[in-house]
């Protein structure tokens, strides 16, 4: 969805920014799989490469949520929704926070449901 609103908004980080958090989402269920078969979930490894992979797709999310910051103008819940996610990047990049990130996924998921839905009715 974000990533067809960042086309039709002609915002390419935005675009971008979404084909990124699309693609370490995916890595993240590929190598939790893989290493879970491999390690039984026990590794140092296992925990090592999965703390770094949620950091780095945090990370994403912070440049997600500042281009959706960008949207603000035609979608005003767009900054709420851009600000908390950017909270929540922080947050989950940091690790020690990850509660936060949890916290904060059900409030931002919504409100970004119904950025699409009001983006869906303003840019068909």
């Given amino acids: 969805g974000f990533v067809e609103l960042g086309k039709r908004a002609k915002i390419k980080q935005l ?6 958090i699309m693609a370490m989402t995916t890595l993240i269920v590929l190598i939790d799989n893989y290493l879970t078969v491999a390690y039984q979930g026990t590794s140092g490894t296992y925990t090592g490469v999965m703390i ?6 945090s990370i994403a999310g912070v440049f997600f949520g500042i281009n959706l910051i960008k949207l603000k103008k035609s979608i005003p819940l767009a900054r709420t929704a851009g600000i908390i ?12 926070f990850l509660f936060v990130t949890l916290i904060l996924a059900l409030p931002t998921m919504i409100m970004e449901i119904i950025i699409l839905f009001t983006a869906a009715k303003k840019y068909k």
């Fill in 52 to 57: 770094m992979l949620v950091a780095a797709t």
């Fill in 85 to 96: 996610e950017i909270i929540s990047g922080i947050a989950g990049a940091t690790i020690l």
């Fill in 15 to 20: 675009t971008r920014s979404s084909y990124v």
